[in-house]
């Protein structure tokens, strides 16, 4: 575990975290803005001096109060160096360096001059997305489609001040000035003055609500492909994530859990002895574990692992093989509840057949359609982030103040405010690195075990979770099983679908309201099915919801992850029983949308598609329309696997992605992403799995919940298909189609349909 002290890390009163070099608790002098705004930031980065490229550094000033703000998102020093806000959490997604290439851009600031901090509070940091009400989260790869607009629009109005003031002070009219790299330049003379000359005055100048936007070939930075700011912070050690936080007074905290998902503490029975361990401050009992806060993390685990606790347990036991029995019950339901219905599906499967819901088989009927039917299974998996959940939290007489790893700012205040009775605005909330996140940092179990710890004992306390309690109580993906049926006409395409998925309802579970106005069915169980792209003119989408007693949250692709596997799988076996390429097959069904046949022909080409693999390697093709939740933006992705057999074991030898995320702020942060994207969807192709026995989950750490080894990676080629469409969601799509395509390649290899994950094929 890190022992690096961010001792330059402080506190500051203002939505913004200052750069400084004084202790992790020093408060900056109160100073005045135009916006009213609510107190917390963090400055991040450790020795807080930023990468800006390869090469480029820039200290902040130390003294906070030289800065002026220009509006929610800009303060300039009058030396000129420009601080941005970063309201979206940095959980390895690029956002650090590509929503300040936007604002930047557009402000025409000195790229070279320019540091980033976390910024918190404010309603220009709020967005209503996702289906959630308006707060401060990052969440469902929304951050640049919800944030580009108001980015650019500040960094315009930071230009336009700076131009105004520069005009002014050179006494010409704004229209014979430029602005470049941080200066105000008068065209005709050449005359310029700097950004940081100008602060007093621009400051003070009122901000256009809808200023002038630059033209798209008057950008310099937007689309370019800069390196992430963050990236030699986080080599040299000096990047801040929650695990690192110190401030006065800390201690430290470990948590002792259930064995069982849902075992609460009743008692204690050996506290007095446990309490006087070396170096134990108290024992702390929660609603669902029991804090052990001493001195330091280590005194605290081991006076954990020593906690004699009398667990009681609330609900039915968890049990693999009963839950798979349960789904399989499901699928064979005679009522379900519809999401889709187009056409006449069922009557088109009883003229083929005479097939109802509880039916399975293959085989040609006497009109000459073909009734092709199959089931597949997804497991329940949990995020096992780097860097476990932590929280370093004070919770005084008035305030509480809180440091971490946070993915849901306003969630957090709005616990905490709740359960300390205190007014959201009093939970102050500062932002550090997060070492992964996937989803579980939103959810603030670990922030209320550490703010319980600090009121029992009065002091800041740092609450870590242990590795095994992180994975055996997380917040899981709900595993889900589907039944596919296609009835296929003489020329091998559907003439009618009929996609059932089954399982524990994730918004059944914590959005009851949205599950309830749909109707009883879960989008989130039907990601890409209930708007299938596929051109089917008769389709029924249903679902029927199996109630477990299973804590569940938003993970990376939620549960496209599962739907796409179904879907893309059981195409696949369309085109193999039509003996049509799965491209064409593809082609055809998706003839009325030119922007998905674009993505799969720039992926075909650059995986050579038209032409044979070479001898021994089998290649399967998987494709994805990606919808961010609540219609906020569309990608498209397709996928091309190939892979070699080996000894009996697969070899993943290429996978070629084509992507149209719309405008590409940043090339490299997007192939950053769909590599990054790719080797997560095939660890849980072929490793990840959650199991439950007896009330519990039975997976503990990495060795049984194994990811994918860097010598199994296969290459990554990436093709960016130019867009102008406005920047789309990137951060989650390319995982869906990752499973089925390898599937597809493997049944290539071996014959043999592999319908549940993680797929039973051993890697080389």
Same mark, same amino acid.
């Given at each position: 575990?890190?022992? =690096?002290?961010?001792?330059?890390?402080?506190?500051?009163?203002?939505?913004?975290?200052?750069?400084?070099?004084?202790?992790?608790?020093?408060?900056?002098?109160?100073?005045?803005?135009?916006?009213?705004?609510?107190?917390?930031?963090?400055?991040?980065?450790?020795? *807080?001096?930023?990468p800006l490229a390869f090469s480029d550094y820039v200290e902040a000033a130390e003294d906070?109060?030289?800065?002026?703000?220009?509006?929610?998102?800009?303060?300039?020093?009058?030396?000129?160096?420009?601080?941005?806000?970063?309201?979206?959490?940095?959980?390895?997604?690029?956002?650090?360096?590509?929503?300040?290439?936007?604002?930047?851009?557009?402000?025409?600031?000195?790229?070279?001059?320019?540091?980033?901090?976390?910024?918190?509070?404010?309603?220009?940091?709020?967005?209503?997305?996702?289906?959630?009400?308006?707060?401060?989260?990052?969440?469902?790869?929304?951050?640049?489609?919800?944030?580009?607009?108001? *980015?650019?629009?500040?960094?315009?109005?930071?230009?336009?001040?700076?131009?105004?003031?520069?005009?002014?002070?050179?006494?010409? =009219? /704004? &229209?014979?000035?430029?602005?470049?790299?941080?200066?105000?330049?008068?065209?005709? &003379?050449?005359?310029?003055?700097?950004?940081?000359?100008?602060?007093?005055?621009?400051?003070?100048?009122?901000?256009?609500?809808?200023?002038?936007?630059?033209?798209?070939?008057? =950008?310099?930075?937007?689309?370019?492909?800069?390196?992430?700011?963050?990236?030699?912070?986080?080599?040299?050690?000096?990047?801040?994530?929650?695990?690192?936080?110190?401030?006065?007074?800390?201690?430290?905290? @470990?948590?002792?859990?259930?064995?069982?998902?849902?075992?609460?503490?009743?008692?204690?029975?050996?506290?007095?002895?446990?309490?006087?361990?070396?170096?134990?401050?108290?024992?702390?009992?929660?609603?669902?574990?029991?804090?052990?806060?001493?001195?330091?993390? $280590?005194?605290?685990?081991?006076?954990? #692992?020593? *906690?004699?606790?009398?667990?009681?347990?609330?609900?039915?036991?968890?049990?693999? @093989?009963?839950?798979?029995?349960?789904?399989?019950? %499901?699928?064979?339901?005679?009522?379900?509840?519809?999401?889709?219905?187009?056409?006449?599906? /069922?009557?088109?499967?009883?003229?083929?057949?005479?097939?109802?819901?509880g039916s399975q088989r293959t085989h040609d009927a006497p009109t000459g359609a073909k009734?092709?039917?199959?089931?597949?299974?997804?497991?329940?998996?949990?995020?096992?982030?780097?860097?476990?959940?932590?929280?370093?939290?004070?919770?005084?007489?008035?305030?509480?103040?809180?440091?971490?790893?946070?993915?849901?700012?306003?969630?957090?205040? $709005?616990?905490? !405010?709740?359960?300390?009775?205190?007014?959201?605005?009093?939970?102050?909330?500062?932002?550090?690195?997060?070492?992964?996140?996937?989803?579980?940092?939103?959810?603030?179990?670990?922030?209320?075990?550490?703010?319980? %710890?600090?009121?029992?004992?009065?002091?800041?306390?740092?609450?870590?979770?242990?590795?095994?309690?992180?994975?055996?109580?997380? +917040?899981?993906?709900?595993?889900?099983?589907?039944?596919?049926?296609?009835?296929?006409?003489?020329?091998?395409?559907?003439?009618?679908?009929?996609?059932?998925?089954?399982?524990?309802?994730?918004? $059944?579970?914590?959005?009851?309201?949205?599950?309830?106005?749909?109707?009883?069915?879960?989008?989130?169980? *039907?990601?890409?099915?209930?708007?299938?792209?596929?051109?089917?003119?008769?389709?029924?989408?249903?679902?029927?919801?199996?109630?477990?007693?299973?804590?569940?949250?938003?993970?990376?692709?939620?549960?496209?992850?599962?739907?796409?596997?179904?879907?893309?799988?059981?195409?696949?076996?369309?085109?193999?029983?039509?003996?049509? #390429?799965?491209?064409?097959?593809?082609?055809?069904?998706?003839?009325?949308?030119?922007?998905?046949?674009?993505?799969?022909? =720039? &992926? @075909?080409?650059?995986?050579?598609?038209?032409?044979?693999?070479?001898?021994?390697?089998?290649? !399967?093709?998987?494709?994805?329309?990606?919808?961010?939740?609540?219609?906020?933006?569309?990608?498209?992705?397709?996928?091309?696997?190939?892979?070699?057999?080996?000894?009996?074991? %697969?070899?993943?030898?290429?996978?070629?992605?084509?992507?149209?995320?719309?405008?590409?702020?940043?090339?490299?942060?997007?192939?950053?992403?769909?590599?990054?994207?790719?080797? +997560?969807?095939? &660890?849980?192709?072929?490793?990840?799995?959650?199991? +439950?026995?007896?009330?519990?989950?039975?997976?503990?750490? +990495?060795?049984?919940?194994?990811?994918?080894?860097?010598?199994?990676?296969?290459?990554?080629?990436?093709?960016?298909?130019?867009?102008?469409?406005?920047?789309?969601?990137?951060?989650?799509?390319?995982? /869906? /189609?990752?499973?089925?395509?390898?599937?597809? @390649?493997?049944?290539?290899?071996?014959?043999?349909?592999?319908?549940?994950?993680?797929?039973?094929?051993?890697?080389?």
């Amino acid at each position: 575990m890190s022992q =690096r002290t961010p001792e330059r890390m402080r506190h500051a009163d203002g939505a913004y975290g200052v750069q400084g070099a004084r202790g992790a608790n020093a408060r900056a002098p109160q100073r005045e803005s135009r916006r009213a705004f609510l107190k917390t930031g963090l400055a991040i980065a450790g020795s *807080l001096v930023l990468p800006l490229a390869f090469s480029d550094y820039v200290e902040a000033a130390e003294d906070g109060t030289r800065f002026r703000e220009i509006n929610d998102w800009v303060r300039v020093d009058p030396d000129g160096r420009t601080i941005i806000g970063l309201s979206q959490a940095e959980v390895g997604q690029g956002v650090y360096t590509g929503l300040p290439q936007l604002l930047a851009d557009e402000m025409d600031a000195d790229w070279r001059r320019v540091s980033v901090e976390f910024v918190t509070g404010r309603d220009a940091y709020r967005i209503a997305a996702a289906n959630e009400h308006p707060q401060q989260f990052v969440g469902a790869s929304m951050s640049v489609t919800m944030f580009q607009q108001r *980015l650019r629009i500040a960094g315009a109005q930071a230009r336009e001040a700076f131009l105004a003031a520069g005009a002014r002070r050179l006494g010409v =009219r /704004p &229209t014979q000035c430029a602005t470049k790299s941080g200066r105000v330049i008068h065209l005709q &003379t050449g005359r310029s003055l700097g950004y940081g000359e100008l602060l007093a005055d621009a400051a003070q100048l009122p901000l256009d609500p809808q200023p002038r936007l630059k033209a798209q070939s008057a =950008r310099t930075l937007i689309g370019q492909p800069l390196h992430k700011l963050d990236a030699p912070a986080k080599v040299n050690g000096s990047a801040v994530f929650g695990i690192d936080v110190k401030v006065p007074g800390m201690l430290a905290g @470990a948590v002792k859990m259930a064995p069982t998902l849902n075992g609460k503490p009743v008692a204690v029975r050996n506290r007095d002895t446990v309490r006087a361990l070396p170096g134990v401050v108290e024992v702390v009992p929660a609603k669902d574990a029991v804090i052990v806060v001493a001195n330091t993390w $280590w005194q605290a685990k081991q006076a954990c #692992d020593a *906690l004699d606790v009398q667990w009681e347990d609330s609900g039915p036991p968890a049990d693999s @093989a009963a839950i798979l029995a349960q789904r399989k019950a %499901a699928l064979m339901a005679v009522h379900a509840v519809a999401a889709t219905r187009i056409g006449d599906a /069922p009557a088109q499967f009883e003229a083929a057949d005479g097939s109802g819901p509880g039916s399975q088989r293959t085989h040609d009927a006497p009109t000459g359609a073909k009734v092709i039917e199959a089931d597949y299974h997804t497991p329940y998996i949990v995020h096992a982030t780097m860097e476990p959940v932590n929280a370093t939290v004070h919770v005084r007489e008035h305030e509480i103040e809180v440091w971490g790893p946070i993915q849901g700012q306003d969630k957090v205040r $709005w616990t905490l !405010g709740a359960i300390f009775k205190l007014p959201p605005e009093k939970v102050i909330v500062n932002t550090t690195f997060l070492g992964g996140s996937f989803g579980r940092k939103y959810v603030p179990d670990f922030v209320i075990h550490a703010a319980v %710890a600090s009121k029992a004992v009065g002091r800041p306390v740092k609450v870590i979770r242990s590795r095994e309690d992180d994975i055996r109580h997380g +917040f899981y993906r709900p595993g889900a099983s589907a039944r596919m049926r296609a009835v296929l006409g003489a020329d091998g395409y559907p003439s009618a679908m009929h996609l059932r998925v089954v399982g524990q309802s994730l918004y $059944w579970s914590i959005k009851r309201d949205y599950f309830e106005k749909a109707g009883g069915w879960d989008e989130t169980m *039907l990601d890409g099915l209930y708007d299938l792209g596929y051109a089917v003119p008769n389709l029924l989408v249903d679902s029927v919801s199996v109630d477990q007693h299973i804590p569940v949250s938003f993970m990376r692709s939620v549960g496209s992850t599962s739907s796409i596997f179904f879907l893309e799988s059981f195409v696949n076996e369309l085109a193999h029983a039509a003996r049509i #390429d799965p491209l064409e097959y593809r082609r055809t069904l998706l003839r009325d949308d030119p922007l998905a046949l674009r993505v799969l022909e =720039r &992926t @075909a080409a650059r995986a050579n598609w038209a032409r044979r693999p070479a001898p021994g390697v089998y290649r !399967g093709l998987a494709y994805s329309l990606y919808t961010g939740r609540g219609g906020a933006f569309t990608t498209y992705v397709a996928i091309v696997a190939e892979l070699r057999m080996v000894g009996g074991k %697969a070899k993943l030898e290429r996978v070629v992605c084509g992507i149209d995320c719309g405008q590409a702020i940043n090339p490299m942060l997007v192939r950053e992403m769909v590599e990054g994207g790719i080797g +997560f969807a095939l &660890t849980n192709t072929f490793k990840s799995e959650i199991t +439950f026995k007896d009330g519990a989950v039975v997976q503990e750490n +990495f060795s049984d919940y194994p990811l994918l080894y860097l010598s199994q990676m296969p290459k990554i080629e990436v093709e960016i298909v130019e867009s102008d469409r406005t920047p789309q969601g990137c951060g989650e799509v390319v995982l /869906p /189609p990752v499973a089925p395509a390898v599937a597809a @390649a493997l049944f290539e290899a071996s014959g043999t349909r592999l319908r549940t994950m993680p797929l039973e094929q051993a890697l080389a």
